[in-house]
């Protein structure tokens, strides 16, 4: 799936789409390659904020950037865990093939990629609700697709929001 298709949605992208240089050092310090669809949504788009609703994280954005955001919201989980353990049925990053979060909606729910052996033989994605969860059999961009259509079983955007955005996707901060 390329990015052609989040072009009539969201617009053309705001970046160069230089996958090399936005993750060769991320994912060395990070121990893990992550799946390039991810990777060259992230590298076009960047650090992003999509209908108002869904921040993106970047490797190297200055506001919205990857590894800060991971730190933060695995920390909150750690805590979340050791208080209420049952809300937290999936291992998560370090942890071997443990769930890595890569965006957050403004209503408080995390996207995490879930890597092969996690939860399914390939990259899939899973969603933190709060206190539920929901797995996808998609591909990062395959399931943002399908979300911005609509066309997941839980509505991931409220429909208000799409209505009132006139700027569906805005890059926010700048990159290093």
Same mark, same amino acid.
């Given at each position: 799936?390329?990015? *052609?298709?989040?072009?009539?949605?969201?617009?053309?992208? =705001?970046?160069?789409?230089?996958? %090399?240089?936005?993750?060769?050092?991320?994912?060395?310090?990070?121990? /893990?390659?992550? +799946?390039?669809?991810?990777? $060259?949504?992230?590298?076009?788009?960047?650090?992003?904020?999509?209908?108002?609703?869904?921040?993106?994280?970047?490797? /190297?954005?200055?506001?919205?950037?990857?590894?800060?955001?991971?730190?933060? *919201?695995?920390? =909150?989980?750690?805590?979340?865990?050791?208080?209420? +353990?049952?809300?937290?049925?999936?291992?998560?990053? +370090?942890?071997?093939?443990?769930?890595?979060?890569?965006? =957050?909606?403004?209503?408080?729910?995390?996207?995490?990629?879930?890597?092969?052996?996690?939860? /399914?033989?390939?990259?899939?994605?899973?969603?933190?609700?709060?206190?539920?969860?929901?797995?996808?059999?998609?591909?990062?961009? $395959?399931?943002?697709? /399908?979300?911005?259509?609509?066309?997941?079983?839980?509505?991931?955007?409220? $429909?208000?929001?799409? $209505?009132? %955005?006139? %700027?569906?996707?805005?890059? *926010?901060?700048?990159?290093?």
């Amino acid at each position: 799936m390329g990015l *052609v298709q989040f072009g009539s949605i969201l617009g053309d992208p =705001e970046l160069n789409s230089d996958v %090399v240089a936005d993750w060769s050092s991320f994912e060395e310090r990070f121990g /893990r390659h992550l +799946p390039d669809d991810y990777k $060259e949504f992230v590298s076009a788009y960047g650090p992003c904020e999509i209908f108002g609703d869904l921040w993106i994280w970047h490797p /190297r954005a200055d506001v919205l950037n990857l590894e800060g955001a991971m730190d933060r *919201v695995l920390a =909150e989980a750690d805590f979340m865990r050791s208080q209420f +353990p049952e809300t937290y049925p999936y291992s998560l990053h +370090p942890a071997p093939n443990g769930l890595i979060p890569v965006a =957050e909606s403004q209503a408080g729910a995390n996207i995490y990629l879930a890597p092969p052996g996690s939860i /399914r033989d390939t990259w899939t994605i899973a969603v933190d609700w709060k206190p539920s969860w929901s797995l996808y059999d998609y591909g990062f961009s $395959e399931f943002l697709l /399908r979300a911005l259509n609509d066309e997941l079983d839980d509505a991931f955007f409220d $429909e208000s929001i799409l $209505e009132e %955005v006139t %700027v569906p996707c805005r890059m *926010v901060g700048n990159i290093a």
